[in-house]
């Protein structure tokens, strides 16, 4: 059974630092990866997506990294602001005929001005 | 259009009474799927659409729940005899249905059992 694991639980920084988010997963067949943030009391918001054959996207200052042979991925977060605090999800995409997404419990950011 | 639309946004409901909810998904998107979240917690994976055909269910969505897709358009969540357990975010996502395709989520809808 999958299992998806976000580490730290919560991280707090001052603006301006940069700063990475840790998510491994015990099953290497997926699909893929992607990282959400989500606001408090709201959806999801898709970050970043890479494909099981990738090992790096980037859109603006986010970088996220993918090792499916060990299990992990990075989302790395530079130049921290404090409209960046928000809970942040890795999810894999099952390597079966639903296509569904296993979540991590996500990493809390708080970026202080 | 312009994403996963969830209706209502927030629902206060006393326990044993029915709710339903609403999702309307990406105008071209095959796939449809509800989770749930509970505080703290990453989504958990309920069920899923295919157009109009229900295919998996997850161990987590009980006798008490349903959900229907008609005409593979939009899609419905109904909890019979709601107990404070349900109490959750209920979020509906849509993709494409290809196996490269992401996911996109609506707001949720927040259930409140009292």
């Known amino acids: 059974k999958q299992e998806v694991t976000q580490i730290p639980a919560a991280l707090s920084v001052p603006e301006g630092e940069n700063l990475v988010l840790n998510c491994s997963f015990t099953?290497?067949?997926?699909?893929?990866l992607q990282w959400f943030r989500q606001d408090p009391g709201k959806g999801l918001t898709s970050l970043l997506l890479?494909?099981?054959?990738?090992r790096e996207q980037t859109s603006g200052r986010l970088n996220a990294s993918l090792d499916k042979s060990s299990g992990r991925s990075t989302l790395y977060i530079a130049a921290s602001q404090p409209g960046d605090s928000a809970t942040y999800l890795c999810?894999?995409?099952?390597?079966?005929?639903?296509?569904?997404?296993?979540f991590g419990s996500g990493t809390r950011l708080l970026v202080r001005p | 259009d312009t994403g996963v639309s969830q209706n209502p946004r927030h629902k206060i409901t006393k326990r044993g009474q029915n709710v339903t909810f609403r999702c309307d998904p990406i105008?071209?998107?095959?796939?449809l799927y509800w989770y749930r979240q509970t505080l703290g917690q990453g989504p958990e994976f309920l069920t899923y659409?295919?157009?109009?055909?229900?295919?998996?269910k997850s161990r987590l969505l009980s006798d008490r729940f349903s959900a229907e897709r008609p005409k593979g358009s939009f899609s419905t969540l109904e909890i019979q005899r709601t107990e404070q357990g349900d109490s959750a975010m209920y979020l509906c996502?849509?993709?494409?249905?290809?196996?490269?395709?992401?996911?996109?989520f609506g707001q949720g809808t927040r259930l409140t059992v009292v």
């Open positions: 890479i494909q099981s054959s990738q």
């Open positions: 105008s071209e998107h095959n796939r």
């Open positions: 996502a849509s993709s494409l249905g290809f196996r490269d395709t992401e996911a996109f």
């Open positions: 999810a894999v995409t099952q390597m079966d005929s639903s296509y569904k997404l296993i």
């Open positions: 659409f295919q157009n109009e055909a229900q295919l998996e």
């Open positions: 099953d290497s067949a997926i699909y893929n």
